[in-house]
T-cell receptor, first 114, second 112 residues
Framework: EDQVTQSPEALRLQEGESSSLNCSYTVSGLRGLFWYRQDPGKGPEFLFTLYSAGEEKEKERLKATLTKKESFLHITAPKPEDSATYLC????FGRGSTLGRLYFGRGTQLTVWP | DVKVTQSSRYLVKRTGEKVFLECVQD?????MFWYRQDPGLGLRLIYF???????EKGDIPEGYSVSREKKERFSLILESASTNQTSMYLC???????????FGSGTRLTVV
């Protein structure tokens, strides 16, 4: 069965302390991997899509990378406003693929303190 | 920008009531989805739809039904609300089977 696992579950960083979040996946064929940011009490907000191993995307202090088994979300010199839950999701070929269904991990709750 | 609008941010309902959660998207997306999100369990798919009047069960459809009479609107129905349906409900839409979702802002439902 397809599975998406995110680690760590929670991460506390001091402002300026760079780190990475991990998303490992086991799907029969990856169509795309998606990163979302979710603030408390709100819906997830799209950050990145990655389609093939070796691909990288950047946005401000965030950089997402993809290998054949996992993705990393690197956060460089984070600020308190980067505090949120970061969700990873995969879209697979085959099962439900024509409907674009995403399979989500449980998220990493990031707290950046001043 | 695509907008996905959920009609209520917060709802409080009584056990046994029939509850309607409404979701409207304004970009002619084909696919729409309903998830619930609970601490420690993540997002779980309840139902999805790929066309008007078409629906498919997700992973946890029990106790729920859906309606999609128009392309832009996807309704989630709790036939007889129970306390274990207290949750955050998220609606999402997608233009096709190749791109990701746009989410609504969520409805926090409390069943008492």
């Amino acid at each position: 069965e397809d599975q998406v696992t995110q680690s760590p579950e929670a991460l506390r960083l001091q402002e300026g302390e760079s780190s990475s979040l991990n998303c490992s996946y086991t799907v029969s064929g990856l169509r795309g991997l998606f990163w979302y940011r979710q603030d408390p009490g709100k819906g997830p907000e799209f950050l990145f899509t990655l389609y093939s191993a070796g691909e990288e995307k950047e946005k401000e202090r965030l950089k997402a990378t993809l290998t054949k088994k996992e993705s990393f979300l690197h956060i460089t010199a984070p600020k308190p406003e980067d505090s949120a839950t970061y969700l990873c999701a995969v879209q697979a070929f085959g099962r439900g693929s024509t409907l674009g269904r995403l399979y989500f991990g449980r998220g990493t709750q990031l707290t950046v303190w001043p | 920008d695509v907008k996905v609008t959920q009609s209520s941010r917060y709802l409080v309902k009584r056990t046994g009531e029939k509850v309607f959660l409404e979701c409207v998207q304004d970009m002619d997306h084909e696919n729409m989805f309903w998830y619930r999100q609970d601490p420690g369990l993540g997002l779980r798919l309840i139902y999805f739809s790929y066309d008007v009047k078409m629906k498919e069960k997700g992973d946890i459809p029990e106790g729920y039904s859906v309606s999609r009479e128009k392309k832009e609107r996807f309704s989630l129905i709790l036939e007889s609300a129970s306390t274990n349906q207290t949750s955050m409900y998220l609606c999402a839409s997608s233009p096709d089977g190749k791109r990701g979702y746009t989410f609504g802002s969520g409805t926090r439902l409390t069943v008492v």
